[in-house]
């Protein structure tokens, strides 16, 4: 199974997605603030691109969300 694919990644982008949804901010806007296109966006939301731990890392402080805190919730830690 492709990474991509599997369940434990899918759940952390719809988490991604629910975090920047209840922020009420935009693709666009979140790309603007990753000085990326919003395509980028939409590639990761749709799984057809893959994060790393970086990008996860700047995505997240574009949504003023802690990586310690994102996944202290998303593992349960």
């Known amino acids: 199974m492709s990474s991509i694919h599997d369940p434990r990644y899918k759940n ?4 991604l997605i629910k975090i920047r949804e209840l922020k009420n901010i935009t693709q666009v806007e979140l790309a603007t603030s990753l000085k990326k296109p919003q395509s980028y966006i939409a590639k990761v939301e749709n ?7 970086l990008e996860l890392h700047d995505w997240l402080s574009a949504l003023d969300k802690p990586i310690s805190e994102f996944l202290a919730s998303y593992f349960e830690i």
Do not use: T
């Open 12 to 15: 952390l982008i719809k988490e």
């Open 47 to 53: 799984l057809d691109r893959r994060i790393d731990v």
